[in-house]
């Protein structure tokens, strides 16, 4: 082969090699191999070359331009090749890899204390009863044993709301679940088994005290209804909710005007530790008593054939003696730190009932 083919390969064999993408390998390949490319161009000029002359040459040309043919589709090759890698590397979606984790919610503490709650009265028989939030003065106050001079109707422990016109009924936030009790034995005749969980409205703040708060009251009706019910019921709830089988439980005289009698219940308590059950200290937790007969009588129940115990506590306060739980407010500041760290898996269902 001639030098000047020789020098031709060479150059071609050199631009293939620095082509470093398809387009500039396909510059290559026009620039040798098209219609006006360089071997295009020698094997033109062989038909004015003399016939041994043209043979010879042609021989070498033709040789020539399969080596270049075969280098140039291999070296193409090699490009899409490596383009698709690239690709790939780019595209590549690591499935191995975990899916992003989303932060998951939790049920509010108070929300959790009232499934405990229900699960536990649920097992010895009770359902729930709700009412409205808006009471009128007759359900929250006088069915309840409570006259017009008590205390608990003045405007500076009461939210009381706007008369309505056409409307002569005097209507306050409730100051408790009470007026759930008044409207179920008006509705419902006895045997009756119902606890009221619900908010309650009464002007305080502070640490352990809140404008609006939740409360659990309860109510049995029945026939033969003794001190001995109202006793056996409340301790084995306090015991199962604490999760302490031998806590002790104190019931102490006292005074609310739609029990008669009253007693607050306690239970031990070490005031030092704040450990529940522990300690020579006692810690008031709920009001109790048997329902006073002039309750009864105003809903239209004859308390010589009918009797009946009542109860109520603070939601929030047997949580936060649960839960080690300092303040009440921290309950209504929506902190997602506090939250995250007292709330319960919205998944785990309360089976505190499988204790009674």
């Given at each position: 082969m001639s030098d000047d083919l020789e020098i031709l390969r060479q150059d071609v064999l050199s631009e293939l090699a620095g082509a470093a993408d398809m387009r500039a390998w396909d510059a290559v390949r026009v620039g040798t191999l098209g219609k006006s490319g360089r071997l295009t161009a020698l094997l033109k000029a062989l038909g004015k070359m003399a016939p041994d002359e043209r043979k010879a040459r042609g021989v070498a040309l033709n040789r020539l331009r399969d080596d270049l043919t075969r280098?140039?589709?291999?070296?193409?090759?090699?490009?899409?090749?490596?383009?698709?890698?690239?690709?790939?590397?780019?595209?590549?979606?690591?499935?191995?890899?975990?899916?992003?984790?989303?932060?998951?919610?939790?049920?509010?503490?108070?929300?959790?204390?009232?499934?405990?709650?229900?699960?536990?009265?649920?097992?010895?028989?009770?359902?729930?009863?709700?009412?409205?939030?808006?009471?009128?003065?007759?359900?929250?106050?006088?069915?309840?044993?409570?006259?017009?001079?008590?205390?608990?109707?003045?405007?500076?422990?009461?939210?009381?709301?706007?008369?309505?016109?056409?409307?002569?009924v005097?209507?306050?936030?409730?100051?408790?679940?009470?007026?759930?009790?008044?409207?179920?034995?008006?509705?419902?005749?006895?045997?009756?088994?119902?606890?009221?969980?619900?908010?309650?409205?009464?002007?305080?703040?502070?640490?352990?005290?809140?404008?609006?708060?939740?409360?659990?009251?309860?109510?049995?009706?029945?026939?033969?209804?003794?001190?001995?019910?109202?006793?056996?019921?409340?301790?084995?709830?306090?015991?199962?909710?604490?999760?302490?089988?031998?806590?002790?439980?104190?019931?102490r005289s006292s005074y609310f005007p739609f029990t008669e009698p009253s007693m607050e219940v306690d239970i031990g308590w070490s005031r030092r530790t704040g450990e529940i059950g522990g300690g020579e200290d006692w810690l008031e937790v709920l009001g109790s008593g048997m329902i006073h007969a002039r309750v009864l009588a105003n809903c239209g129940l004859d308390p010589r054939e009918w009797q009946g115990f009542a109860f109520g506590?603070?939601?929030?306060?047997?949580?936060?003696?649960?839960?080690?739980?300092?303040?009440?407010?921290?309950?209504?500041?929506?902190?997602?730190?506090w939250l995250r760290h007292y709330g319960s898996d919205p998944l785990a269902p309360a089976l505190l009932h499988e204790g009674v």
């Amino acid at each position: 082969m001639s030098d000047d083919l020789e020098i031709l390969r060479q150059d071609v064999l050199s631009e293939l090699a620095g082509a470093a993408d398809m387009r500039a390998w396909d510059a290559v390949r026009v620039g040798t191999l098209g219609k006006s490319g360089r071997l295009t161009a020698l094997l033109k000029a062989l038909g004015k070359m003399a016939p041994d002359e043209r043979k010879a040459r042609g021989v070498a040309l033709n040789r020539l331009r399969d080596d270049l043919t075969r280098a140039v589709e291999d070296r193409g090759q090699a490009l899409e090749a490596a383009a698709l890698e690239a690709r790939l590397v780019a595209e590549r979606v690591d499935v191995s890899l975990p899916p992003p984790v989303t932060v998951q919610g939790s049920i509010h503490p108070i929300s959790r204390a009232v499934e405990e709650m229900t699960a536990i009265f649920g097992s010895m028989g009770f359902s729930v009863a709700e009412g409205p939030d808006i009471e009128t003065d007759w359900h929250n106050f006088s069915a309840l044993n409570t006259p017009d001079h008590h205390p608990a109707r003045t405007d500076h422990d009461t939210f009381y709301l706007p008369p309505v016109p056409g409307l002569d009924v005097a209507r306050v936030l409730r100051t408790q679940t009470s007026g759930v009790q008044i409207r179920t034995m008006l509705s419902q005749k006895p045997p009756i088994r119902v606890i009221c969980p619900g908010r309650t409205y009464r002007a305080d703040h502070d640490a352990t005290h809140s404008p609006m708060f939740h409360q659990c009251e309860g109510l049995v009706v029945g026939q033969g209804i003794t001190l001995g019910h109202l006793k056996g019921c409340l301790i084995e709830f306090l015991r199962v909710f604490f999760d302490k089988p031998d806590l002790p439980v104190r019931f102490r005289s006292s005074y609310f005007p739609f029990t008669e009698p009253s007693m607050e219940v306690d239970i031990g308590w070490s005031r030092r530790t704040g450990e529940i059950g522990g300690g020579e200290d006692w810690l008031e937790v709920l009001g109790s008593g048997m329902i006073h007969a002039r309750v009864l009588a105003n809903c239209g129940l004859d308390p010589r054939e009918w009797q009946g115990f009542a109860f109520g506590m603070g939601i929030e306060r047997l949580t936060m003696l649960k839960n080690g739980i300092p303040d009440l407010r921290s309950f209504y500041e929506s902190d997602i730190r506090w939250l995250r760290h007292y709330g319960s898996d919205p998944l785990a269902p309360a089976l505190l009932h499988e204790g009674v």
